[in-house]
């Protein structure tokens, strides 16, 4: 059986993209930080759908409970899935933060930065002994870093999710030596928790906010949950150091 790490699967399109690629009998190894009972939830319909899974608790914006966070991947990758290596690495879990350039606090920039750039880049560098070759990685970006789309107050957002763009490129050409392919998926606007539940908490934005999307709707978690899980499969295998949007033409 294959295997794969997906991050921040309790909620959202990670929780979408655990289980599509367990629908395809690859089993997961999923990771949450604060939302433990979404993380069950995930655990449970996969296994509801006849898959296997193991959710662990990360802090991706911790680089120092990596080593530790490692050895719980190793143990069970032997206990559950018996194997000694994994085989997909989905980089999705992060969180967001809104402020106008001349508002921005310096200890927000350092959060952002370490949750979406640093803690990615250094979890991806941890995992990648445990990484088999002929594996894939998918970072999840936004096509808030498209020179169309310049929403004002998501400037560090914006900028650290184009660094990861650079990355995936970086990934892939280094990592092609051992036959992995790495590519990263840009969503639009999508209804999950993102920006502490803005869409939840604020539903009556999303008729308007439809208007900027070709399709007509604001983008759901299974959107780009299912081109992830596509990444990651048989399918993908010709496709590497690509950042692909899915957004369903937001902003087109």
């Not at 296997?52 to 680089?63: E, F, G, I, N, P």
Request: net charge negative.
């Amino acid at each position: 059986m294959d295997v794969a790490v997906v991050t921040g699967a309790s909620s959202g399109i990670g929780q979408s993209a655990a289980l599509r690629i367990a629908r395809r009998g690859t089993g997961v190894i999923l990771t949450y930080s604060s939302n433990a009972d979404g993380a069950g939830d995930t655990v449970a319909r996969i296994e509801r759908q006849g898959g296997t899974a193991v959710a662990l608790r990360l802090d991706l914006a911790d680089t120092a409970g990596f080593p530790a966070f490692v050895a719980q991947v190793r143990s069970a990758l032997r206990d559950t899935f018996e194997r000694d290596s994994f085989d997909h690495l989905v980089n999705n879990a992060g969180f967001a933060g809104m402020a106008m350039i001349e508002d921005t606090r310096e200890e927000d920039f350092d959060r952002l930065t370490r949750g979406l750039f640093k803690g990615p880049f250094f979890l991806t560098q941890a995992l990648l002994p445990l990484l088999a070759d002929g594996g894939a990685v998918v970072n999840l970006t936004s096509n808030s870093t498209l020179p169309q789309v310049t929403a004002p107050g998501y400037s560090v957002y914006a900028a650290l999710k184009g660094a990861v763009v650079v990355l995936t490129r970086y990934m892939a050409k280094e990592f092609s030596a051992r036959g992995i392919r790495v590519n990263s998926v840009a969503p639009g606007a999508t209804v999950t928790r993102f920006a502490d539940d803005a869409f939840a908490k604020n539903p009556e934005i999303i008729p308007e906010m439809a208007k900027s999307f070709a399709l007509g709707r604001v983008g759901e978690p299974d959107d780009i949950g299912m081109v992830v899980a596509m990444l990651v499969s048989e399918e993908g295998r010709w496709i590497t150091g690509q950042d692909i949007e899915v957004s369903g033409g937001q902003n087109l």
